[in-house]
């Protein structure tokens, strides 16, 4: 059903455009005036003025692994995030953690986490998929490399920018 | 109305089945699925997991003195139901029963089940290695609660408890069916494993002075409903919902095992069996289940290889066809054998056939490999296709004239062989002795192996993952071997190889996909006339009588006859 | 050979086309960017150099650097051409516009000709060539819609701009540009009679064909120059980039600074025939016709004249930021229906001016 658009009747000085054409002018000088003068001022000169201290608690940046406490790595190589990942990004090798480690009645941990940073899209399904609490997007948005491979975060970086995480579910504690 | 159909009414629906059929199989045959953990087709049935709980009626019993109740206009008499919930794994049908798969009893009944199955069940799903094909998983969506009123501390059970060499058992996840224990007792004649203490601190264990260590211990990791048995092998591999399935067969054997192949990005992480009553039933050896890591192994031929000089060079697939086809040419028809393997497809085999009939070559064979038969599913024969080579090769006793053949090597009267997915040196069949007087030796296999060594021509030969084609069992059945992953590097199969030797050396013929041959098998080979490739489907069809029965299969029947199991 | 004028002819071309001109075509792209910038709140390109007054300087290197591609299927020749065809004409027109009174004696315009506003109209159409062949050159539907349409708008608006140009020259009686500007100075200039002449009934009767003339000469500039509100030739939402869809590097860079020049140029005849070129209101600075001028006059004057083309140079990137495309039936509409025949009743109304009224 399409909706029919009445159009209004111009009356005769309206039809001219003229008035029409000068407050468009007088509306654009407004605003170039208030700019000049700065009135008015959105943009942020980026290298010099930086998001970092104005990021809202929820921003998504770069996805990283988080530590907790206790110093064990939260990620158990469940790999429900290379499962849910979009673009791909994430490649997980599992292992199993050997019967000397503190930690060995978690059983199971990623031997490799790679995160393919040229990929990623920051949509942050990891952080929503993640059973453990072990993947969170960290307010780092400046990701650079010289190359491919050094876009593309192993564990070590990625625990590196995750850092320790403190008043997690500590579910794993409880075993045995 | 037949004598022996009952009327049984499901979800409203009224249905037949013949007498003595099981509430559970009425209903899965109609299409309803009643979940359940305890009950195995293949397993008797104790009724222990009381998950198949459905809500059972009859007609009523008229009181002294009152008329019986009038059947309606489709002959139906009217279903009073019963208050309390019966199990539908272990009882059979009545005539006109009625059966309740939905509703506020059976409802309830399954999310009380549940509560109970997952109170002491760990939250362990991200590590366990049955996620996303686990029942608990699956059946707690479906019928649980969706939350947990279990405030109190979980039982604290063995975990990571190493019962056999290839099997890893943890008992918190155990839910106590009983699978495990019925299948090591009933089909692998093992009884080594059993329930100890009570209550809720019931735990799964292994015999004291045993181990689980059968040759068909794997299966149990398959039947477990939940992640409770793992097995080693793949124990933290890969998680089940990345791999894609490929339905195909086990080439360990004669027996043609059906089996599913798991894979992800061509790399096999494991191989389950895949259900054929006339095979292999559910189950599979864990000898033949394992013997799979070479496919991705380091020692796989990539390339073809061309000895100059005494030394092998890689090469262009190419080049090594137009090598081997120059250099058959210089020899008489007579100078040269073929030797194709029992592990090849009837298509491959037929491509040798051809090859020889090209050639005009008097001798062809297989190399025999036979082992004993553990009087379950392992066959005496070794290779899967013996009968393939009977048939499409027509070789009265496959495997006869290859001691023949040696004496014609060692006298010269054979100067070139065709050895194709062969390591005989390994496997004994030959000795470097028998094969020195050679001038002219090309080999195809997938591995690198010594036979390969004394070569002129090696070609990478795919293994059976990397290629399709149909075998014939040693029962006779026809069956399709499919490819689940793509071959390293220049690895071509062997059907690939003959064609185009047979191309090189006499001109085109049209192959383009082993489905193109076997429509030449059709053509070709009297047995195979009048059959198309979609009828072999995933079963396999009978297509020659041996006379040659399995063991296991024929105890299966017989349990099945005496109405001990199900057996569908 | 009369070489003193030939050496002065050659200094003013180079200064005046190659040191004023295409700097201020440079400038005007700066402009463009950070005025549009101002209007939207955004900042612009503030980078390179003080103000970013040096990003045209980047901007040429990058066009002088990218790979200049000529895709397989354009008719080459014609394809090379049509940059070429864009922007000669632009420059060529500046030759008659007089920028300034005088300087050591010598008229400050290069070719002082008699027919000023005839040489303009004949060079500046040959533009509509370059668009033409480049569209048609380029072998591509987009180019090709383009150039149909930028070649049926400029025909179109030629025709206004050259009606509505025709009351001024009866009222200067007069094509000489140099004299029309001194006229001016003398007299008022023409949409600003308020001293010598102008300063009379007649005066300011003709002001109102004036500025009938002044707003279709204008209004056809835009058009003549493809620019918003009347860039339909190139307009990316319909047609990607119009005409030099196609081209890329210094060729593109080409097109885009042909657009420039042609305002420019458009700019300075406007304010020659309407805004008294390079002279000062009120007669101030007036020098005698022929009198020598001291040095610093003949500065001023030419500053003057500059300041009046960056002025209006401005006015059209402040409309084109104001205002939106207008629709190709809209603007067909606007040229022939309303245009055409206000210019044609405005020469009427000027004939009648000067006739009846002494």
Redesign the interface.
């Known amino acids: 059903m399409a909706i029919i658009v009445k159009r209004p009747k111009l009356k005769w000085w309206e039809q001219l455009y003229l008035p029409g054409i000068v407050k468009g002018l007088a509306i654009t000088a407004s605003h170039f005036v208030a700019t000049l003068t700065g009135k008015k001022k959105v943009t942020m000169q980026y290298p010099e003025e930086k998001w970092d201290s104005h990021l809202p608690d929820h921003y998504r940046g770069a996805p990283a692994l988080v530590t907790d406490e206790q110093e064990r790595e939260r990620c158990v190589a469940c790999q429900l995030c290379e499962f849910i990942c979009p673009p791909r990004a994430i490649t997980i090798k599992p292992e199993e953690i050997p019967s000397d480690d503190k930690w060995a009645k978690v059983e199971k941990r990623p031997k490799s986490f790679d995160i393919d940073m040229i990929r990623c899209i920051y949509c942050g399904l990891c952080e929503e998929v993640c059973p453990e609490q072990a993947i969170f997007l960290r307010k780092d948005y400046a990701i650079t490399g010289t190359s491919r491979e050094e876009m593309v975060h192993d564990k070590k970086r990625l625990y590196e920018i995750g850092g320790v995480r403190e008043g997690l579910v500590n579910k794993w504690n409880e075993l045995k | 109305m037949s004598e022996d159909l009952l009327d049984v009414q499901i979800d409203g629906v009224w249905h037949q089945f013949p007498k003595g059929t099981r509430m559970i199989e009425a209903c899965r045959q109609a299409g309803v699925e009643v979940p359940h953990y305890c009950y195995h087709p293949k397993l008797s049935s104790p009724g222990n997991c009381r998950m198949c709980l459905v809500q059972m009626g009859m007609p009523p019993r008229p009181m002294p003195g009152q008329d019986p109740a009038e059947p309606d206009e489709d002959g139906h008499l009217p279903i009073s139901w019963m208050p309390r919930p019966v199990i539908a794994c272990a009882n059979t049908i009545g005539p006109n029963m009625g059966i309740r798969t939905t509703g506020e009893l059976t409802e309830s009944c399954r999310e009380g089940v549940m509560e109970f199955l997952l109170a002491n069940h760990p939250l362990d799903c991200p590590i366990c290695d049955q996620a996303g094909e686990c029942s608990l998983q699956e059946f707690s969506v479906e019928h649980g609660k969706g939350s947990s009123r279990f405030r109190e501390r979980k039982v604290k059970k063995p975990k990571n408890v190493k019962v056999g060499p290839r099997i890893r058992l943890d008992d918190e996840r155990c839910i106590m069916c009983s699978r495990c224990i019925r299948f090591m007792d009933e089909v692998a004649d093992d009884p080594v494993l059993g329930f100890t203490d009570r209550g809720s601190h019931t735990v799964l264990t292994v015999h004291p002075g045993h181990e689980l260590d059968n040759n068909y211990s794997l299966n149990t990791a398959d039947i477990c409903p939940v992640g409770a048995l793992t097995s080693n092998d793949f124990r933290f591999q890969m998680r089940a919902w990345f791999m894609k399935e490929t339905k195909t067969i086990d080439t360990n054997c004669g027996t043609g095992i059906n089996i599913t192949v798991s894979a992800r990005q061509g790399e096999i992480y494991r191989i389950t069996p895949r259900q054929n009553n006339d095979v292999n039933s559910d189950w599979m050896p864990d000898s033949h289940r394992l013997n799979y890591h070479w496919i991705n192994s380091d020692i796989r031929l990539t390339e073809p290889l061309i000895k100059d000089g005494g030394r092998h060079r890689m090469a262009k697939y190419q080049e090594a066809i137009i090598t081997t086809a120059d250099k058959l040419r210089n020899f008489d028809h007579s100078e040269i054998a073929i030797i194709v393997s029992g592990r090849m497809t009837n298509e491959e085999m037929l491509m040798a056939r051809l090859l020889k009939r090209t050639l005009n070559v008097k001798d062809i064979d297989i190399i025999p490999r036979r082992g004993e038969s553990d009087n379950y599913l392992i066959s005496e024969d070794r290779n899967p296709n013996t009968n393939g080579a009977k048939s499409v090769l027509g070789l009265k006793d496959p495997g006869a004239s290859i001691d023949a053949l040696k004496k014609d090597i060692a006298n010269r009267k054979i100067k070139a062989l065709i050895l194709l997915q062969e390591d005989p040196l390994t496997d004994g069949a030959f000795s470097a002795e028998d094969l020195k007087p050679l001038e002219f030796l090309v080999t195809s296999y997938p591995l690198a192996n010594p036979t390969a060594d004394l070569a002129d021509v090696v070609f990478p030969g795919a293994c059976w993952a990397e290629k399709s084609g149909t075998m014939i069992n040693v029962t006779g059945r026809l069956q399709k071997l499919n490819k689940a992953v793509d071959g390293p590097g220049q690895t071509m199969a062997p059907w690939e190889i003959l064609r185009d030797l047979i191309q090189a050396l006499g001109g085109g013929n049209g192959i383009y996909s082993s489905a193109d041959i076997f429509n030449l098998l059709t053509k070709e080979i009297s047995d195979f006339s009048g059959l198309k490739l979609e009828d072999i489907g995933d079963q396999g069809i009978p297509f020659l009588d041996t006379g040659v029965t399995l063991p296991l299969v024929e105890r299966e029947k017989a349990r099945i006859a005496k109405g001990e199991i199900v057996g569908v | 050979m009369d070489w003193p004028y030939l050496i002065a002819s050659t200094v003013k071309i180079v200064v005046f086309a190659f040191m004023m001109i295409l700097p201020l075509v440079a400038l005007s792209v700066w402009a463009e960017r950070r ?1 549009s ?7 612009g390109p503030n980078r390179v150099g003080p103000l970013g007054l040096l990003q045209p300087v980047a901007d040429g290197i990058k066009f002088l650097l990218k790979e200049d591609f000529t895709p397989n299927h354009v008719r080459k020749g014609y394809y090379w051409l049509a940059p070429a065809l864009v922007m000669i004409p632009s420059l060529l027109t500046c030759a008659v516009l007089p920028f300034g009174s005088s300087l050591f004696g010598e008229k400050m315009v290069i070719a002082d000709l008699d027919v000023g506003p005839l040489f303009v109209f004949a060079i500046a159409s040959l533009t509509v060539y370059g668009i033409v062949l480049a569209g048609w050159a380029s072998n591509s539907k987009y180019p090709f819609l383009g150039g149909v349409r930028s070649t049926s708008q400029m025909i179109s608006y030629e025709i206004c701009l050259g009606l509505s140009v025709i009351p001024l020259i009866m009222i200067f009686g007069e094509l000489n540009l140099g004299r029309i500007v001194q006229y001016q100075a003398e007299n008022g200039w023409a949409l600003l009679p308020l001293w010598g002449e102008g300063l009379s009934l007649k005066g300011f009767l003709l002001a109102i064909p004036v500025f009938i003339s002044f707003i279709i000469f204008t209004t056809s500039m835009f058009a003549e120059t493809n620019r918003l509100p009347f860039d339909l030739p190139e307009c990316e939402t319909e047609l990607v980039a119009g005409y030099h869809t196609e081209y890329s590097s210094m060729k593109f860079a080409l097109f885009f600074l042909g657009e420039y020049a042609a305002m420019i140029i458009g700019s300075g005849l406007a304010v020659t025939l309407f805004l008294g070129g390079w002279s000062l209101p009120f007669g101030w600075l007036t020098p005698e016709e022929g009198a020598a001028v001291p040095i610093w006059q003949g500065l001023v004057h030419i500053g003057v004249f500059f300041a009046k083309v960056i002025g209006f140079i401005l006015f059209f990137i ?2 084109r ?3 939106p495309r207008f629709r190709y039936d809209q603007l067909m509409r606007l040229g022939w229906v309303f245009f055409f025949e206000i210019a044609l009743a405005n020469v009427i109304l000027t004939a009648l001016i000067l006739m009846f009224v002494k």
């Open positions: 005025v910038a101002a209007i939207q709140d955004r900042v402040w409309i930021w104001s205002l």
